[in-house]
């Protein structure tokens, strides 16, 4: 498996665990993405990306390694999009470790897109 392949599971996976985390704590109550319907869609399109990154580095089709990265932006806009604002909100944990997964799923696509099929 190549360096891209790897990078793109890991920043994937470290955006769903993420999800499960605080992403706002207000008047005691906890929050996570998980709960909204944004969460399942970002876990489905982690796992969309971990696939097409995976079949793009076995088959050496650039149109798959297309997908992994329009799946990683796509991670990337959903985990954005949904981020509080920092006003009154504490421990939002969950947010940042959801968008360092996004981005190491990003530059993991990006790698494997630039790798050359020995």
Do not use: H, R
Not at 50 to 55: D, E, K, N, S, W
Request: no cysteine; aromatic share 6%; net charge positive.
């Amino acid at each position: 498996m190549s360096k891209g392949v790897i990078a793109t599971a890991a920043g994937a996976v470290v955006a769903v665990v993420g999800l499960f985390l605080p992403w706002a704590d207000i008047l005691g109550l906890s929050f996570n993405l998980w709960g909204s319907g944004a969460g399942k869609t970002v876990l489905v399109l982690g796992l969309l990306g971990i696939f097409f990154a995976v079949q793009g580095d076995k088959k050496g089709s650039k149109g798959m390694k297309v997908g992994a990265l329009v799946m990683a932006l796509l991670v990337l806009g959903l985990t954005g999009a949904n981020a509080p604002s920092n006003d009154g909100f504490e421990n939002m944990n969950g947010v940042y470790v959801s968008l360092v997964g996004a981005l190491v799923m990003l530059v993991g696509s990006i790698m494997l897109l630039l790798e050359k099929k020995k």
